[in-house]
């Protein structure tokens, strides 16, 4: 179940939307980062865990997304982590009564009753100053934007020079704007911004959705989605093949025409006001 990509850094694909979970080696354990989607599958990981001869010490969620903050009994009690606001995000959202019903129109309907719910979203902000993740094993350093998802952070394995990328940097999905936020498209822009400052020192990296990518790979994936977030800022078509005819998965070019109304929108009121 678990590949390992590169020096005590393993990963998981689900057929889901080829949703990756990350798996860290330390001194002590491992940290999880993104563990998903269905229980059977957080359940095989908890056992290839075990049968590494390891532990689960601590867990990570890139972002609030339903299907970044997932857990299972099997992975344990360890404390999982993420920036204060993708925690505060995640407390505000446990804190309405209805959160199932809110959270059900979101899930894929093939695989509502795979999901576990029991320990969905339960985060614990780090300090909003840090700048990577307390725990015993190599460093991992926390780069925090506001593109995609408030709260969002990518984490950089050094050593091994990993990036794991959360909702960015993917070979099959556009860039997803976080369209709540007051400048989708300047934010965008501006993490990926941070991904080229640290692009001399990535040697793998590993999207939220999609195939892994090499040293080769990093820059090229910037520049695709600073393409595609150009093109959206100026008005222009992107010339994307993942919102094409060709599209990886057919409902792409449909959220992509969806993102090009909703920033319409934004820009009529703010032009309004």
Same mark, same amino acid.
């Given at each position: 179940m678990l590949t390992e990509i590169a020096d005590g850094v393993f990963v998981h694909t689900s057929d889901f939307i080829k949703s990756n979970s990350v798996v860290v080696q330390g001194g002590d354990g491992v940290l999880v980062v993104d563990p998903g989607i269905t229980s059977d599958e957080l359940a095989d990981l908890a056992d290839d865990i075990r049968a590494m001869g390891q532990r689960v010490v601590a867990g990570f969620a890139t972002h609030p997304d339903w299907d970044h903050v997932l857990w299972h009994p099997a992975l344990g009690e360890a404390p999982r982590l993420g920036t204060a606001r993708c925690a505060a995000a995640m407390q505000e959202l446990l804190a309405q009564a209805d959160w199932k019903s809110q959270l059900a129109g979101a899930l894929p309907p093939e695989y509502e009753d795979d999901i576990p719910m029991e320990l969905f979203g339960l985060i614990t902000g780090m300090p909003s100053d840090a700048v990577e993740v307390p725990w015993d094993g190599?460093?991992?350093?926390?780069?925090?934007?506001?593109?995609? #998802?408030?709260?969002?952070? %990518?984490?950089?394995?050094?050593?091994?020079?990993?990036?794991? $990328? =959360? *909702?960015?940097?993917?070979? @099959?999905?556009?860039?997803?704007?976080?369209?709540?936020?007051?400048?989708?498209?300047?934010?965008?822009?501006?993490?990926?911004?941070?991904?080229?400052?640290? #692009?001399?020192?990535?040697? %793998?990296?590993?999207?939220?959705?999609?195939?892994?990518?090499? $040293? =080769? *790979?990093?820059?090229?994936? @910037?520049?695709?989605?600073?393409?595609?977030?150009?093109?959206?800022?100026?008005?222009?078509?992107?010339?994307?093949?993942?919102?094409?005819?060709?599209?990886?998965?057919?409902?792409?070019?449909?959220?992509?025409?969806?993102?090009?109304?909703?920033?319409?929108?934004?820009?009529?009121?703010?032009?309004?006001?």
């Open positions: 190599p460093r991992v350093r926390v780069i925090e934007h506001r593109a995609h #998802a408030v709260g969002h952070a %990518a984490l950089l394995v050094e050593g091994a020079g990993v990036l794991v $990328a =959360g *909702d960015m940097l993917s070979d @099959i999905l556009m860039p997803f704007l976080d369209l709540d936020a007051a400048d989708p498209l300047g934010d965008y822009l501006a993490a990926l911004g941070l991904f080229e400052g640290i #692009a001399d020192d990535v040697r %793998a990296v590993v999207p939220g959705h999609g195939s892994i990518g090499r $040293a =080769g *790979d990093v820059r090229r994936r @910037i520049e695709q989605d600073r393409t595609y977030a150009e093109a959206l800022r100026d008005g222009r078509v992107p010339d994307d093949e993942r919102v094409g005819a060709s599209a990886p998965l057919e409902w792409l070019p449909e959220v992509h025409e969806w993102q090009v109304e909703r920033l319409a929108e934004k820009r009529s009121r703010f032009d309004g006001s």
